[in-house]
């Protein structure tokens, strides 16, 4: 009999360690290896990122789409911030962009409240609220281009209810034009965000709304200290892509209005297939569309990090 480290061995036993299990070595093919994300790494650059700079350098010259050139500089740009018809495209975009933020984010976050936890037919009512996102904008779009019409649905249920006076061609007054796409806008896209907020509210502990309403909080309390500071993230989140989805708006325009009534509702997106392939001006059309890439990049910067310093403050 031995004793072994503290362990008593009875004779006969043996004490021969067993071999090390072998060590696999890695194939020279692997998930790991740098060359497999070569192929990807090199179509995102063609795709995206040379294509982008190919676009951006003819925002510097004065191209048709056929023939020679030449360099303009900076004239491009100063057309797209002093002609008149641009600059108004400029504002209905951001109009459109800072609406369609404030309503999606507002409506989609009361449906996420609404059909979070309790209510039994919630699971049917999201799967309604969120088919709209699914469907084509194009054909979403004319379909309420229908709905719009003087002679459509929502004229007719004015005239049902004793509204004559409110009728009218939505869509050919130039002072409702921009809402009526903005409020397209927002009834296709207000699932998406509700989606969202549902994934964020999911993180929300049961137990601190509970301690919340022992201690005296109401509704409203509850909302701002426990759930708000919670779903943060999700916040930052939608009203990001949001506001590049806003920013960057063309179908609805092109099917509902084509950029009118005279340029009423033309934004940033819709004058760059206007000065591009209707009047063949290739370098106006690149500035702008150069000008709508700045926008969204900052924006899309400034999310980085906001996410980032929610993250590393946690």
Do not use: H
């Amino acid at each position: 009999m031995t004793i072994t480290n503290g362990r008593i061995i009875p004779p006969g036993t043996d004490t021969k360690e067993p071999d090390p299990a072998p060590v696999r070595r890695p194939s020279g093919i692997g998930f790991g290896r740098w060359w497999w994300a070569l192929p990807a790494v090199t179509l995102t650059i063609v795709v995206t990122y040379m294509a982008t700079a190919f676009g951006a350098f003819f925002a510097f010259t004065d191209w048709t789409g056929l023939g020679s050139f030449k360099f303009v500089g900076f004239d491009n740009f100063v057309q797209v911030f002093k002609d008149p018809a641009l600059v108004g495209s400029v504002r209905n975009t951001l109009f459109l962009a800072a609406g369609y933020v404030v309503f999606t984010n507002l409506f989609g976050l009361l449906f996420a409240l609404a059909l979070n936890r309790t209510l039994k037919t919630r699971f049917v009512l999201r799967a309604l609220i969120f088919m709209p996102v699914v469907l084509s904008s194009v054909a979403v779009s004319f379909i309420w281009k229908f709905v719009f019409a003087f002679d459509g649905p929502l004229n007719q249920f004015l005239s049902a209810v004793g509204l004559d006076a409110l009728k009218q061609d939505w869509l050919a007054n130039p002072s409702l034009a921009l809402w009526c796409i903005l409020a397209v806008m927002v009834w296709q896209n207000i699932g998406f965000v509700m989606v969202i907020y549902l994934a964020g509210l999911a993180t929300v502990p049961v137990e601190l709304e509970e301690a919340a309403g022992l201690d005296g909080a109401g509704v409203w309390q509850t909302f701002t200290g426990v759930v708000l500071p919670t779903i943060r993230p999700s916040v930052a989140i939608a009203t990001v892509l949001t506001l590049i989805q806003g920013l960057s708006v063309f179908d609805q325009v092109l099917t509902l209005t084509g950029g009118g009534p005279g340029d009423a509702t033309q934004t940033l997106a819709s004058q760059i297939y206007q000065q591009t392939f209707v009047y063949g001006a290739f370098g106006l059309g690149a500035a702008a569309a150069l000008v709508l890439t700045v926008f969204i990049l900052i924006l899309a910067v400034v999310q980085q990090v906001v996410v980032r310093d929610r993250n590393n403050g946690e």
